[in-house]
């Protein structure tokens, strides 16, 4: 049990910092400002499941993934190591990522009418950063436990996330857009110190089978 819950400590900061929920607040309320309240929370719902479904789906699927296309646990450590230190790189100058959504994706999702999937599920929650991070947590995990650690920690930042779009408009007079940027900075942070371990774990195991 004290194994996972140590897998916890880990893979639950690092999951919530590179999906962070407030950084979506901005997008979320002007995606669905012209909608009904009840049907902002359905958005919320469908975006928050969809992401949650795209983690778990990656996770479960990563070793797969690895085999089918001859890649090593290492190299994908390395890979998504750098791809994350660049993100987080973006998130502490509280710039959004070109890696999460464009603006023009942004701009194309605000004549849609169902933005719950795409584009605020796939890629804004659920992008290759938040992907990457689970599949590289899916190779660390080795016990049953440490499993259930990751599984619970993707389901924690989906009641997180959930709630976060539920209350956005709330959180956003009460924040502001400096609060958010604050926000943004302290999980880029965090995001930053687990890509620099990815990058440590990769580089090892990489000399290791050298």
């Known amino acids: 049990m004290s194994g996972g819950l140590t897998f916890l400590g880990l893979c639950l900061p690092s999951l919530l910092s590179i999906v962070d929920p407030l950084a979506a607040v901005p997008v979320f309320v002007t995606l669905v400002a012209k909608d009904p309240r009840t049907e902002q929370r359905r958005t919320a719902m469908r975006a928050v499941f969809t992401m949650t479904v795209m983690l778990a789906l990656f996770a479960a699927a990563g070793n797969a993934i690895f085999h089918f296309f001859g890649i090593t646990v290492p190299a994908f450590k390395i890979a998504g190591g750098v791809l994350l230190f660049s993100m987080a790189l973006e998130m502490m100058r509280a710039h ?7 603006p023009e994706e942004e701009q194309e999702a605000e004549g849609k009418q169902d933005v719950g999937i795409v584009p605020l599920g ?3 929650l659920s992008g290759p ?7 590289m947590w899916a190779a660390r995990a080795k016990t049953p436990a440490e499993n259930a650690a990751l599984y619970g920690s993707i389901l924690f930042v989906g009641v ?3 709630l976060t779009l539920v209350f956005s408009t709330k959180l956003l007079a009460r924040l502001g857009k400096t609060g958010i940027n604050i926000a943004t ?4 942070l965090i995001l930053a110190a687990t890509a620099a371990q990815f990058l440590i774990d990769g580089i090892r195991e990489a000399m290791q089978r050298a």
Do not use: Q
Not at 129 to 135: L, Q, S
Not at 185 to 188: A, P, S, T, V
């Open 129 to 135: 950063g938040a992907i990457a991070t689970a599949m």
């Open 160 to 162: 997180v996330t959930l």
């Open 122 to 124: 796939i890629p804004l």
């Open 96 to 102: 959004p990522s070109a890696v999460r959504s464009k």
């Open 185 to 188: 900075r302290i999980m880029g």
